[in-house]
């Protein structure tokens, strides 16, 4: 079974930065897009930004120009680099791997004070 484990979720103020990683089995995570979701309370679970397995990316627009998502191929991890993080930005951040079958992380807590 797959199992994703998430880390460096966290309390961080306004304008600070963030680093979550994403470990993922190799066996998948060479094939896999990764992804970042976010789920705010009383909202959905949105994308926050996603890398195939080529390198390619998508943001949401929200976090355009102030997140980026890479892949360490090594250690079969996924990373969200979060800057100049906002309020806004507080969620559970829920690390994805998809090859056809969807796989969830637990979830990691960022809260982002005023």
């Known amino acids: 079974q797959v199992q994703l484990v998430e880390s460096g979720g966290g309390l961080v103020q306004a304008g600070g930065s963030l680093r979550l990683s994403c470990t993922a089995p190799g066996s998948i995570f060479s094939v896999a897009t990764m992804g970042w979701y976010r789920q705010a309370p009383g909202k959905q679970r949105d994308l926050v930004a996603h890398?195939?397995?080529?390198?390619?990316?998508n943001y949401a627009d929200s976090v355009k120009g102030r997140f980026t998502i890479s892949r360490d191929s090594a250690r079969g991890t996924v990373n969200l680099q979060m800057n100049s993080l906002k309020p806004e930005d507080t969620a559970v951040y829920y690390c994805n791997a998809r090859i056809g079958i969807t796989f969830w992380g637990r979830g990691t807590q960022v809260t982002v004070a005023s």
């Open positions: 890398v195939s397995a080529d390198g390619s990316t």
